[in-house]
T-cell receptor, first 114, second 112 residues
Framework: ETGVTQSPTHLIKTRGQQVTLRCSSQ?????VSWYQQALGQGPQFIFQ???????GRGNFPPRFSGLQFPNYSSELNVNALELDDSALYLC?????????????FGPGTRLTVL | EDQVTQSPEALRLQEGESSSLNCSYT??????LFWYRQDPGKGPEFLFT???AGEEKEKERLKATLTKKESFLHITAPKPEDSATYLC?????????????FGKGTKLSVIP
């Protein structure tokens, strides 16, 4: 069974640029959630995709957008990067949306905005 | 708004010195409380889910308990490999959004 994978591992961008981060969910999982984790903080919920539809969004501006594909892999896109976007971006997959379905996290993508 | 507060922020223990980490929460209708372990630069690793007050779960040297207002993660006779940040999160399914709300974590250091 393959776990959650994310790419790239590290990324350096400059202010105003756009970035795309990718996530492959664990085999059989149809739900993907994205989180932003700033240094020394807990992860913050960005949004969730369930069967290719956005299914809930945290307190993040519209320049954070996403997609989920038929194979349940997912992308997180961030436009007009700001310095405060520097963080570890985590993807978590689960089978379904309820709390009875554990969310398994990938290793994350470390984004640095200069 | 759901809130999760973890204490202490950091904890240093000697190897073998047992202790507890605290997670207090404010949530409208708890649907699950989760504990994760996170090593530096890595994603959180699932440890436990607790659903109702009085529930307890154990895994090796770790034991998680839940009351109506807080959860404790007890670490018995810790080893240096238990050093990590321990995150607590509550599950929210309000307003059609299924998400985990995390605390800031407790950074545990176990000294040989």
């Amino acid at each position: 069974e393959t776990g959650v994978t994310q790419s790239p591992t590290h990324l350096i961008k400059t202010r105003g640029q756009q970035v795309t981060l990718r996530c492959s969910s664990q085999s059989g999982h149809n739900t993907v959630s994205w989180y932003q984790q700033a240094l020394g903080q807990g992860p913050q919920f960005i949004f969730q995709y369930y069967r290719e539809e956005e299914n809930g969004r945290g307190n993040f501006p519209p320049r954070f957008s996403g997609l989920q594909f038929p194979n349940y892999s997912s992308e997180l896109n961030v436009n007009a990067l700001e310095l405060d976007d520097s963080a570890l971006y985590l993807c978590a997959s689960s089978l379904g949306q309820s709390s009875y379905n554990e969310q398994f996290f990938g290793p994350g993508t470390r984004l640095t905005v200069l | 708004e759901d809130q999760v507060t973890q204490s202490p922020e950091a904890l240093r223990l000697q190897e073998g010195e047992s202790s507890s980490l605290n997670c207090s929460y404010t949530v409208s209708g708890l649907r699950g409380l989760f504990w994760y372990r996170q090593d530096p630069g890595k994603g959180p690793e699932f440890l436990f889910t607790l659903y109702s007050a009085g529930e307890e779960k154990e895994k090796e040297r770790l034991k998680a308990t839940l009351t109506k207002k807080e959860s404790f993660l007890h670490i018995t006779a810790p080893k240096p490999e238990d050093s990590a940040t321990y995150l607590c999160a509550v599950f929210n399914s309000g307003a059609g959004s299924y998400q985990l709300t995390f605390g800031k974590g407790t950074k545990l250091s176990v000294i040989p």
